[in-house]
């Protein structure tokens, strides 16, 4: 699919207070490329104009006009465009907390997870573009936008929610040393983590460090690292330190670093995330 005018870049974040402090974000993208990285929310967007290309795992996936992309939490995903004029879209990011409300209310045993990473239902779509339009310029009122993004949620979980066999007990070790490496990292977010010292970590070889981090986490080493390090930086943002001292205590070289790291998994800069969640 070919969009015939390149599309010029935008992004704004905004916050939604009626709902938990919900992340939604609205872009358009022509050169922009997200990493792999991971949440530990829920992500679910819709493409209004042209075409992203993203991978979640192992798969990849084209969303199209009409579509609902969804990827569920930790899964390891990024995105690009998927025409050369580029994507816009609108998505939100729901706690596990939030769903699990939406799960309970429709009486499902537990929150859902998605098998595919697009969903075909253009009503569904057009309902969750219009919620989020009206949450994110405060068109019809802080209730009427609530209740439009938590109706359109709930109708997504209904028609495609799933909760899939759990994965085999794991019994190589990999979840256990896995467990291990994140405390590593998290300890000492600023440091250096070669592969011989997460092997140490593990007590195995570095090539089972990378194996163990396919596996568990569908990231080399240094894609999780930098995952923690964003994470750090993200929740550090909403504490009013400056954006350098936040840069140093997740692990990032300067400022600079931190911004360009930072852009290419949340979709904008530190100093507009901090406006969109501190105002």
């Known amino acids: 699919m070919e969009v015939a005018a390149a599309l010029r870049e935008t992004a704004r974040l905004t916050v939604h207070p009626a709902l938990d402090g919900l992340e939604m974000l609205a872009a358009t993208y022509r050169d922009h490329a997200y990493a792999l990285h991971t949440h530990p929310t829920y992500v679910f967007g819709v493409v209004t104009e042209g075409v992203e290309r993203f991978r979640v795992g192992r798969t990849g996936n084209l969303a199209m006009p009409g579509s609902i992309l969804v990827v569920n939490p930790e899964e390891p995903h990024d995105g690009e465009k998927g025409c050369d004029a580029g994507w816009s879209y609108r998505t939100c990011y729901p706690p596990v907390a939030l769903m699990r409300e939406i799960a309970d209310d429709l009486g499902l045993p ?23 339009a009206t949450a994110a310029h405060g068109d019809g009122g802080p209730d009427d936008a609530e209740s439009a993004m938590l109706t ?39 440091a250096s983590f070669p592969l011989s010292r997460l092997a140490d970590v ?64 949340k979709g904008v800069t530190p100093a507009a995330y901090r406006r969109a969640i501190v105002g």
């Open 152 to 190: 359109v949620l709930a109708a997504i979980v209904r028609r495609f929610g799933d909760r899939p066999a759990g994965r085999p007990a794991d019994r190589s070790g990999a979840s256990r040393r896995l467990a291990l490496y994140d405390a590593a990292i998290a300890d000492d977010l600023a």
């Open 202 to 265: 593990g007590g195995v070889n570095r090539f089972q460090v990378i194996r163990d981090f396919k596996r568990m986490a569908g990231m080399t080493p240094g894609q999780y690292v930098r995952d923690r390090r964003i994470r750090r930086a993200c929740d550090l943002i909403g504490t009013g330190l400056p954006l350098a001292a936040i840069a140093s205590e997740a692990g990032f070289a300067d400022q600079s670093h931190l911004t360009r790291a930072f852009k290419t998994v």
């Open 110 to 132: 537990d929150v859902p997870l998605f098998r595919s990473a697009v969903l075909p239902a253009p009503d569904l779509a057009a309902a969750f573009a219009a919620a989020h």
